[in-house]
């Protein structure tokens, strides 16, 4: 029954984190890859391949940027929130929202210019055409944000550093697995990997399924 409690509190505090990091990514996502893939203006290319680029980013390497702002030393240290569900929240959507980012400007430009002279004839406002956007695609962003939710929920790195992996608070599955693998539990490990992967699976499944990237 401890285990069970165990496992059960790990994934818990995965899914909090993950979910609400995907909610928060999306929603700083879509307007941004909205804007940027609807307009033509002077540094578009390259600020669009630095969203590229940061999409690879290692993970620790985002802990440790939100680690130096969130530290006793750093600006934003008076907030108190290192080692908890927001810094890690924080963490894992600096790495999804340029993936997001990078998938919504790669469908929003071909959906856009179908119809870019219809909106403009009506003069449509930049809140029409994200609405209209959303509309036409909602599959599409649910399907973006089940990818961010996928990567947010596997991520390791970014969550031990900001999060330090506190028993009964911000111990997520990941840090679950190597704990218990480095204490020599590996019934404990295998059982929350099979979690993870079973979760991962799922995700997989229905994007692939989709068809829509």
């Not at 909090?16 to 909205?34: E, F, K, Q, R």
């Not at 119809?115 to 029409?128: D, M, P, Q, T, V």
């Not at 911000?170 to 840090?175: C, D, Q, S």
Request: proline letters at 3%.
């Amino acid at each position: 029954m401890y285990v069970l409690d165990r496992v059960f509190e790990a994934v818990l505090i995965s899914l909090n984190v993950s979910v609400g990091s995907t909610l928060i990514s999306l929603m700083i996502s879509l307007p941004i890859g909205v804007m940027i893939g609807i307009n033509s203006f002077y540094g578009r290319q390259f600020i669009v391949a630095c969203i590229h680029a940061l999409t690879s980013i290692p993970p620790v390497c985002a802990g440790l940027l939100v680690y130096l702002f969130i530290s006793r030393t750093g600006p934003l240290g008076w907030t108190g929130i290192l080692y908890t569900p927001i810094a890690m929240i924080i963490a894992q959507s600096i790495i999804i929202i340029p993936i997001m980012i990078s998938l919504i400007l790669k469908n929003i430009e071909e959906d856009f210019n179908s119809y870019r002279e219809e909106l403009i004839s009506y003069g449509a406002n930049f809140k029409n055409i994200l609405i209209l956007l959303i509309r036409n695609k909602i599959t599409l962003y649910i399907t973006i944000a089940l990818i961010g939710f996928g990567r947010a929920i596997s991520e390791y790195g970014a969550a031990a550093i900001v999060g330090g992996s506190i028993d009964h608070i911000t111990r997520n599955v990941t840090a679950s697995i190597a704990l218990e693998t480095s204490k020599g539990n590996l019934d404990v490990a295998i059982g929350l990997g099979s979690i993870l992967i079973v979760i991962s699976f799922i995700l997989s499944f229905i994007i692939n399924r989709r068809k829509i990237l």
